[in-house]
Each structure stands twice: as C-alpha cells, then as structure tokens.
T-cell receptor, first 114, second 109 residues
Framework: DADVTQTPRNRITKTGKRIMLECSQT?????MYWYRQDPGLGLQLIYY???????NKGEISDGYSVSRQAQAKFSLSLESAIPNQTALYFC?????????????FGPGTRLLVL | QKEVEQDPGPLSVPEGAIVSLNCTYS??????FMWYRQYSRKGPELLMY????GNKEDGRFTAQVDKSSKYISLFIRDSQPSDSATYLC?????????FGAGTRLAVHP
C-alpha cells in the first residue's frame, strides 16, 4: 500500500462549488503539506501543518482552507472553486526528526474547474 | 526574482548521453539541496540530497553544489529512456522546501 494516498485522483467541478481533497499517510510523520503544480511554475506551497494543532499559510493560500483531522490526515478545501484553480494538487509529508526535511509525495489529484 | 531558478526545458538527448541539469538560487541560507524526479502522472520522489557544498555520487547520478556561486547541478551518466521524467531541484530553508520549476528530460533510444 502507498505511504501517502490522495482522494480523489481526478475531479471535475463547476465554478462556485465547494470541494475537498483528502490526504492520508501511514509514514507516521508529523509534518504535512499541500502543493499545487502548474506547468512552468513548479510546486507552490498552499498550506502546511507541523502537527495537529499547527496550521500555516503557504505562498498561495488565498481561496483555500485546510483541516488537520489527525496526525495522519490533512484535507484541502476549495470553498468556492474558480477556473484558475485548475491544477495538479499534491500532498506531502516529512519527518521533523530528520534534519534534511525530505518530503514524500502522494500521487496527486488532477482538478478541473469549469 | 524567484528564489530558485530552473530552466524548464524540454531537454531531449540520445540514449547514452551525459545529461546536465542545473538550478541557481538567491538565498545563501539554504543548507540542504535536493533533486526530485517526477514521472508523468506521478508525485515527485527524492532522487538525491546534498548538504552544503560538494559532490555526491549515486550510481549514474552525481549531484554538485557550489554555494559560492549559488549553483547546483545534477549529472546523469549513460542516460537511459527510463530516465525520461521531470527533474525538480529543491532547497531547504525556513522549515520548508523551495522548489524549482522543473526541467523536462526526454531520453530517446
């Protein structure tokens, strides 16, 4: 089984709809991240969480919210989806005990907002 | 100016070629430097990491960091079609990773 899983893998939605992307991990890591990836822009950090009670905004948090339901679960919500939120979304985890902060990524969710 | 600059390519080479992938950065506080490989429709996976300046070799892959020039490189020797992927550099700072845009590499038989 994959260490970092994301659901759904693909999603098509309409402008104005609320949607939630979910991430679960079995690696036992404290830190979890949400990124979006757009062609030519690389990975941009949306939100990150260093433990269940710690939530931080990344560089592009506007229009997004997150919930850390448990150490192993981190959800990303688009409150009112808009077309420029069409992108590939990745969840990642890292081990705070490791100095080099290697991040482990899920398989991604491909989101299309019409 | 972005903190990390990486040429997006695409880069197309014949099988067996030596590939050089590069990134430049602006923040001298970065200490850990990483290369991630991302196959189509997959999440990035860590390929190599290097602490501070110097070289690190792993099989056909060599990572170099020159902190004085704020320049990092990944060399792939005897490139194979299976190396076709997007390669992202990343640097550790402020408890976060800062990624380059990624270079798309195609190795053709």
């Amino acid at each position: 089984d994959a260490d970092v899983t994301q659901t759904p893998r693909n999603r098509i939605t309409k402008t104005g709809k609320r949607i939630m992307l979910e991430c679960s991990q079995t690696k036992g890591h404290d830190r979890m991240y949400w990124y979006r990836q757009d062609p030519g822009l690389g990975l941009q950090l949306i939100y990150y969480s260093f433990d269940v009670k710690d939530i931080n905004k990344g560089e592009i948090s506007d229009g997004y919210s997150v919930s850390r339901q448990a150490q192993a679960k981190f959800s990303l919500s688009l409150e009112s989806a808009i077309p420029n939120q069409t992108a590939l979304y990745f969840c990642a985890t890292s081990d705070a005990r490791k100095e080099q902060e290697t991040q482990y990524f899920g398989p991604g969710t491909r989101l299309l907002v019409l | 100016q972005k903190e990390v600059e990486q040429d997006p390519g695409p880069l197309s080479v014949p099988e067996g070629a030596i590939v050089s992938l590069n990134c430049t950065y602006s923040n001298s506080a970065f200490q850990y430097f990483m290369w991630y490989r991302q196959y189509s429709r997959k999440g990035p996976e860590l390929l190599m990491y290097t602490y501070s300046s110097g070289n690190k070799e792993d099989g056909r892959f060599t990572a170099q960091v020159d902190k004085s020039s704020k320049y990092i490189s990944l060399f792939i020797r005897d490139s194979q079609p299976s190396d076709s992927a997007t390669y992202l550099c990343a640097m550790s700072g402020y408890n976060k990773l800062i990624f380059g845009a990624g270079t798309r590499l195609a190795v053709h038989p």
